[in-house]
């Protein structure tokens, strides 16, 4: 029988309903990111710039959220899968939370370096934590691009793989997710 109980934590075979939220609001917030930071970027449209950095900053706390979170939850139980599988989806989640959080920092010490305040929606505004830097402005402006393209190819692999198992394979792996 299907366990259709909504948990709080991960079970063997689902993942609870925290790592749930979290995962499908931090993958809009990152894809629309994406999306949004490399149309204004090639556009000039510096209306948008404010947006972008506001759904970065959350975006960080959404992550940090997550990563806390990890420490209490359970691990679901990967044993069904290869271990190409299990090696494969190990190494895309563990760069995709790295970039979760190299991304959006890169992003606030370049707008810092460059001399801008990031305010938070009119709602709150992070400290400057480095001084207005020209050479540090460009370091972080191509961490922040070259992590930003690395995600997007990650995120092909990972959707990829989550639309294969769907489909092909016909497994419930994105089904725990769901
Ligand atoms: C349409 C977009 C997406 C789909 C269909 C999708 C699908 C999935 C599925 C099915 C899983 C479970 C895999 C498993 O059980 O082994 C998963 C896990 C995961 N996904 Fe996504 N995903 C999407 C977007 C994203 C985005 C944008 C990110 C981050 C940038 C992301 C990061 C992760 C991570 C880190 C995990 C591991 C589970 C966890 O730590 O909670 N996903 N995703």
Redesign the pocket.
């Known amino acids: 029988m299907k366990d259709k109980k909504m948990n709080i934590k991960t079970s063997n075979n689902k993942?609870g309903i925290i790592?749930k939220i979290?995962?499908w609001l931090?993958?809009t917030i990152?894809?629309g990111l994406l999306i949004l930071g490399v149309y204004m970027t090639n556009f000039d449209d510096y209306d948008l710039y404010g947006i972008h950095k506001s759904f970065g900053v959350i975006l960080l706390i959404c992550v940090l959220i997550?990563v806390i979170w990890?420490q209490f939850d359970t691990k679901?139980d990967?044993s069904n899968l290869t271990k190409v599988e299990r090696i494969g989806?190990a190494s895309i989640?563990g760069s995709?939370?790295i970039?979760?959080f190299v991304i959006p920092i890169s992003g606030m010490l370049m707008s810092m370096a460059y001399g801008h305040g990031i305010h938070v929606f009119n709602w709150f505004t992070i400290p400057m934590l480095i001084e207005k830097n020209e050479a540090v402005f460009h370091f972080f402006g191509e961490v922040h691009e070259i992590s930003a393209y690395l995600?997007i190819i990650l995120?092909v692999g990972?959707?990829g793989a989550?639309l294969f198992?769907k489909f092909i394979k016909k497994d419930d792996?994105?089904n725990?997710?769901l």
Do not use: G, K
């Open positions: 993942y790592r979290n995962h931090v993958a990152f894809i997550r990890l679901i990967n989806s989640h995709l939370y970039l979760m995600a995120l990972h959707i989550a198992h792996i994105l725990r997710m």
